[in-house]
T-cell receptor
Framework: DTAVSQTPKYLVTQMGNDKSIKCEQN?????MYWYKQDSKKFLKIMFS???????INETVPNRFSPKSPDKAHLNLHINSLELGDSAVYFC?????????????FGEGSWLTVV | AQSVAQPEDQVNVAEGNPLTVKCTYS??????LFWYVQYPNRGLQFLLK??????LVKGSYGFEAEFNKSQTSFHLKKPSALVSDSALYFC??????????????FGTGTLLAVQP
């Protein structure tokens, strides 16, 4: 029973392509996130949605577009992929957006742009 | 602005010995502090958190962490290390001031290597 699941786990694609990563959580949480982990393992938030509304939007190229069709899903679409987009993308969720809530992470999606 | 520092890129410890992974933070409001562990090619697993109350927090797999307000630290500890504890450990902080738009900020990670 995976709490936060994301697909695909591995994705290799060519520069210029458009790709999507899907995420679903079965925890009944209100808040979902996308984090990016670069090659040096540094983790940084990209987006956060609370009850399907965008509440955090970091300085991310507008080629990245999150979509939350409902509270349990937060997908990430990336247009015109670049070499620098190669990273691990983590979906996560928490009960609510409050600071004390634990954020639970998915297993990650390894994106390689060639 | 909030920040968190993990001063050691790597910590080496022999199996059975106590371990400490260091973390210091900076926030303007009350700190909400978290530790996560990442095994190779896996996601982040939550270990423990400090919100309020007792400064010593106990978490998963025998780990604990001590919140020290005067030193703005939240070091992760375990009395007796196991080889299976070898992984990448992340400290993270969220500022209690500012509400839902406050971000969980991660340290740069500390690689724990436990030798048999």
């Amino acid at each position: 029973d995976t709490a936060v699941s994301q697909t695909p786990k591995y994705l290799v694609t060519q520069m210029g392509n458009d790709k999507s990563i899907k995420c679903e959580q079965n925890l009944g949480h209100d808040t979902m996130y996308w984090y990016k982990q670069d090659s040096k393992k540094f983790l940084k938030i990209m987006f956060s949605y609370n009850n399907k509304e965008l509440i955090i939007n970091e300085t991310v190229p507008n080629r990245f577009s999150p979509k939350s069709p409902d509270k349990a899903h937060l997908n990430l679409h990336i247009n015109s992929l670049e070499l620098g987009d190669s990273a691990v993308y983590f979906c996560a969720s928490s009960q609510s957006a409050g600071a004390g809530n634990t954020i639970y992470f998915g297993e990650g999606s390894w994106l390689t742009v060639v | 602005a909030q920040s968190v520092a993990q001063p050691e890129d790597q910590v080496n410890v022999a199996e059975g010995n106590p371990l400490t992974v260091k973390c210091t933070y900076s926030v303007s409001g009350n700190p909400y502090l978290f530790w996560y562990v990442q095994y190779p090619n896996r996601g982040l697993q939550f270990l423990l958190k400090y919100i309020t109350g007792d400064n010593l927090v106990k978490g998963s797999y025998g780990f604990e962490a001590e919140f020290n307000k005067s030193q703005t630290s939240f070091h992760l500890k375990k009395p007796s290390a196991l080889v299976s504890d070898s992984a990448l450990y992340f400290c993270a902080v969220r500022d209690g001031k500012g509400g839902a738009t406050n971000k969980l900020i991660f340290g740069t990670g500390t690689l724990l290597a436990v030798q048999p």
